[in-house]
Nanobody, 121 residues
């Protein structure tokens, strides 16, 4: 079993910055993809950013140029640096990790518990 611990959410004024962290622990052999989704009230969950093991990244159009995703494989941690925040970035942010466990060969996904980000105008 793999657990994800998120931190770094909070409230900020428009134009401000926040940094989210997500640390994975448990029976991990290898982590492949890592990333962040967000869910605003009444909306579905949308992909914010993802990063594969090679370091290649994908961003939602709405955050490109403002958010930066990075990972530290030694710490099994993924980060999301959020700059120039806008009120429309307000949502619960969920991290995910795709991993191969120490006991299998298939790729599984674990999710973080979610952290609230609130941006006021």
């Amino acid at each position: 079993q793999v657990q994800l611990m998120e931190s770094g959410g909070g409230s900020v004024q428009a134009g401000g910055s926040l940094r989210l962290s997500c640390a994975a622990s448990g029976s991990i052999f290898k982590i492949t993809d890592m990333g962040w989704y967000r869910q605003a009230t009444a909306n579905g969950r949308e992909l914010v950013a993802s990063i594969i093991r090679s370091g290649s990244t994908v961003y939602a159009v709405s955050v490109k140029g403002r958010f930066t995703i990075s990972r530290d494989d030694a710490q099994n941690t993924v980060y999301l640096q959020m700059n120039s925040l806008k009120p429309e970035d307000t949502a619960v942010y969920f991290c995910y990790v795709d991993f191969i466990s120490q006991y299998g060969i298939s790729i599984n996904r674990s999710w973080g518990q979610g952290t609230q980000v609130t941006v006021s105008s």
